[in-house]
Antibody
């Protein structure tokens, strides 16, 4: 059974750092495209970052230069290192997996599995 | 302001049919990129509901269906049930922004 379990959220001051983890089971993280998606309180979903199976990484403009996505193949875990945090980064952060074997000529695959989310609050 | 536009809310009585629209532009839906739909029940993570415009993952009831035409897509729910009360999001890809984009979400209320 596929499972994604996030951890690492919490309260941090503006300008601070936090590292989120997403432990995966039932599949191999390094063989899949993995993303982070966030949702500010009472707001909609916002894609944050993706790491491809080959290791390429991409970011939303809102976090580029501040956030870093990575993975530890030995731990089958996805990470999001968040630096220079701002109040507007306050959100529930979800890790999500791309559906495998999708026809990429029609755009990125959908997210077929999501974690339960971890809340990040940036406030003084 | 979301790149994909959804109505903030829709409602319907049990047993009725409702539709949720998702309007984009020539750089996303109109460019031929697929549209996916997610259901988010209160306090839970989103769940994939429709992918590739009109395909249902295993386990999703056939009361849910999706379609796409031009720069827009739609999610239809027939035989509305109380447990369908949730937020619904469309998602696609925007070639101008080079990012995956979501609609602002639609809250479905079952009267």
């Amino acid at each position: 059974e596929v499972q994604l379990v996030e951890s690492g959220g919490g309260l941090v001051q503006p300008g601070g750092s936090l590292r989120l983890s997403c432990a995966a089971s039932g599949f191999t993280v390094s063989s899949n495209y993995m993303s982070w998606v966030r949702q500010a309180p009472g707001k909609g979903l916002e894609w944050v970052s993706v790491i491809y199976s080959g290791g390429s990484t991409y970011y939303a403009d809102s976090v580029k230069g501040r956030f870093t996505i990575s993975r530890d193949n030995s731990k089958n875990t996805l990470y999001l290192q968040m630096n220079s945090l701002r109040a507007e980064d306050t959100a529930v952060y979800y890790c999500a997996r791309d559906l495998l074997y999708y026809d990429s000529t029609k755009g990125p695959a959908p997210f077929d599995y999501w974690g339960q989310g971890t809340l990040v609050t940036v406030s003084s | 302001q979301s790149v994909l536009t959804q109505p903030p809310s829709v409602s319907g009585a049990p047993g009725q049919r409702v539709t949720i629209s998702c309007t984009g532009s020539s750089s996303n839906i109109g460019a031929g990129y697929d549209v996916h739909w997610y259901q988010q029940l209160p306090g839970t993570a989103p769940k994939l509901l429709i992918y590739g415009n009109s395909n249902r993952p295993s386990g999703v009831p056939d009361r849910f269906s999706g379609s796409k035409s031009g720069t827009s897509a739609s999610l239809a729910i027939t035989g509305l049930q109380a447990e369908d009360e949730a937020d619904y999001y469309c998602q696609s890809y925007d070639s101008s922004l080079s990012v995956r984009v979501f609609g602002g979400g639609t809250k479905l209320t079952v009267l």
